[in-house]
Nanobody, 126 residues
């Protein structure tokens, strides 16, 4: 069993930065690939970024590539999402997920994943 707790969301002006953290419980954190999804009001959930269990491979949605960076610290059971040059369209609830599959094998954002966090709100004002 893995529990995920996100933090670091908030209100920021366009062009600003935020760093989200996702703390995981359990001793098998390093066995899971980790990722971030987001969902804005009235919109479908979308993939943001993912990182392999070792941290050696990362994946990004085109909409955030070059602005967001995902990283993980297995010794701290934590995954991070550094978000720079934020835009109003980045406003959403951000969810952390853990899954035993490699992110290259993940399905659609609406599919099944092993564990989800409760989400953290990110609001970017124009």
């Amino acid at each position: 069993q893995v529990q995920l707790v996100e933090s670091g969301g908030g209100l920021v002006q366009a062009g600003g930065s935020l760093r989200l953290s996702c703390a995981a419980s359990g001793r098998t954190f390093s066995s899971y690939a980790m990722g971030w999804f987001r969902q804005a009001p009235g919109k479908e959930r979308e993939f943001v970024a993912a990182i392999s269990w070792s941290g050696g491979i990362t994946y990004y949605a085109d909409s955030v590539k070059g602005r967001f960076t995902i990283s993980r610290a297995n010794a701290k059971n934590t995954v991070y999402l550094q978000m720079n040059s934020l835009k109003p369209e980045d406003t959403a609830v951000y969810y952390c997920i853990a899954d035993v599959r490699d992110p290259a094998d993940w399905g659609t954002p609406g599919g099944l994943y092993d564990y989800w966090g409760q989400g953290t709100q990110v609001t970017v004002s124009s």
